[in-house]
């Protein structure tokens, strides 16, 4: 427990979240039925959403930012 936490001190990035080991996960995205469909309000459930919303807000901050943006490429014959 705590590598992730560990991870993102190390390498200087937020830590997103934490996500359970639950074989309840494993089950019910083998019966295609993932955790947040299937037992919504779970604390396995709860979990990955506020990680998908952290993520998200990550992403956006960014975006905002230019943080990843990517050089302009241009193609031209010889």
């Known amino acids: 427990a705590g590598g992730g936490r560990a991870m993102a001190e ?3 990035v ?3 979240g ?3 080991l639950d074989l ?3 089950e019910q995205a083998d019966a295609g039925s993932p955790t947040v469909i299937g ?3 779970s604390p ?5 959403m506020d990680v998908a ?3 998200a807000a990550q992403l956006a901050l960014a975006s905002i930012r230019g943080a990843g943006s990517f050089p302009k490429i241009s193609v031209e014959d010889d």
């Open 10 to 12: 190390r390498y200087g």
């Open 14 to 16: 937020p830590l997103l």
């Open 18 to 20: 934490e996500l359970p």
């Open 24 to 26: 309840r996960i494993r």
């Open 39 to 41: 037992d919504p309000d």
């Open 44 to 48: 396995a459930a709860r979990a990955y």
């Open 53 to 55: 919303r952290k993520a």
